[in-house]
């Protein structure tokens, strides 16, 4: 099978010569560089192309991303100017008149500029499809569905205080959220139409720690989930399966999210509880089976197991989704310099030889 095939049969439900595999997030341009043989001014260069071409030796069949950094030192794509903080600055009172000001949700759908927003999408689909050749692009869009994660405009206090001091301003976000993630999965849905975007669409938000939801199930359960169900309905009607990156302890969420419509999850952390053993058993809300984009963890499994142990895992994971859920391999969050150049390798190589 050619690669986009490879994806879609899976994406379908059916089995492929062998597990498809999903690249982008490696967030180490030094590990970049050793596979591809490259110079660091290569990398200042071009960092785009020193990554695609990375990923093209390592045989991936999709790019969630091409994820790089400012310069080949670096690792990660945030620091302590441009992280989400507690106080951003903003007083309770000024980030509760800003929530009062928003549109709302009919007036936002209304205003959105669908033809000028798809435009601008379309070109970063075609763009991003030439860079990566036979890979498939499938961005992730944690914009699709709805959007929860306003502690990103007020700040995590500002966000908290008005969740519970200000119920009713967060209904209205959570319904304005859902009207943003809806125009964004618009998109999404045209591009899938077009051929241009794969039939599964990475989403989802950090709404969780390592310890469980950030605001209460209750209350996320009355606002937030119709906001997304609501959110999520043009992918869906497109025959896009949306898959949740579940950063943290995502167990208490889970029923909510595939009542919603979600069909598969991202993003295993073991030591926060999220076991694919557990995953992989789980249905989606028309009774079909999951579809899972993982499990190698970046922080337990991939910096501390041997090579061997790495290969293990790896068919491991394929016996415990066999007849149960639909697998595409992919790391649960991004791959770090911590990580051994000969775990990546023996990952990417055992799933290679796998055949079904």
């Known amino acids: 099978m050619d690669k986009r095939r490879r994806l879609e049969t899976v994406f379908a439900g059916g089995l492929p010569d062998r597990p498809p595999v999903l690249g982008g997030w490696i967030a180490s341009p030094g590990l970049l ?12 260069d071009d960092p785009k192309r020193v990554a695609v071409e990375a990923y093209q030796k390592l045989e991936m069949d999709g790019l969630i991303d091409i994820f790089i950094t400012g310069s080949p030192d670096k690792y990660r794509n945030v620091d302590r100017e441009s992280y989400f903080k507690a106080d951003n600055g903003m007083t309770f009172e000024e980030a509760e008149r800003a929530a009062e000001e928003l549109p709302s949700p009919e007036e936002y759908e209304k205003n959105f500029d669908f033809a000028g927003k798809y435009a601008a999408f379309r070109d970063m ?9 036979d890979m498939v692009y499938m961005q992730a869009q944690f914009g699709a569905g709805a959007f929860a994660s306003w502690y990103a405009v007020y700040g995590y206090e500002n966000f908290f205080l008005l969740i519970g001091l200000r119920p009713d301003l967060g209904a209205k976000l959570m319904k304005v959220g859902g009207a943003m993630g809806r125009c964004r999965s618009r998109l999404v849905a045209e591009a899938v139409g077009e051929g241009l975007y794969p039939k599964a669409a990475l989403l989802g938000e950090d709404i969780c720690t390592q310890r469980g939801p950030m605001i209460s199930v209750k209350f996320l359960e009355e606002h937030y989930a119709p906001a997304l169900a609501y959110g999520l309905e043009p992918l869906l009607e497109a025959g896009c399966r949306p898959v949740w990156h579940s950063d943290g302890d995502v167990r208490e969420l889970i029923p909510m999210l595939l009542s919603a419509g979600i069909e598969g999850f991202q993003g295993f952390q073991p030591e926060c509880g999220m076991r694919i053993e557990e995953i992989a058993r789980l249905r989606t809300r028309n009774g079909g089976k999951p579809l899972i984009f993982g499990p190698l963890a970046v922080t337990t499994e991939l910096p501390v197991f041997t090579p061997e142990q790495v290969r293990a895992r790896v068919r491991q994971a394929v016996e415990i989704c066999k007849d149960e859920a639909d697998l595409v391999f992919f790391t649960s969050n991004t791959i770090n310099p911590d990580v051994p150049l000969e775990n990546l390798l023996a990952m990417y190589d055992e799933i290679r030889n796998i055949r079904y």
Do not use: A, F, P, W
């Open 125 to 133: 689909m075609v763009s991003g499809q030439e860079k990566c050749g």
């Open 33 to 44: 560089l050793k596979i591809t043989g490259r110079t660091e001014k290569d990398y200042l």
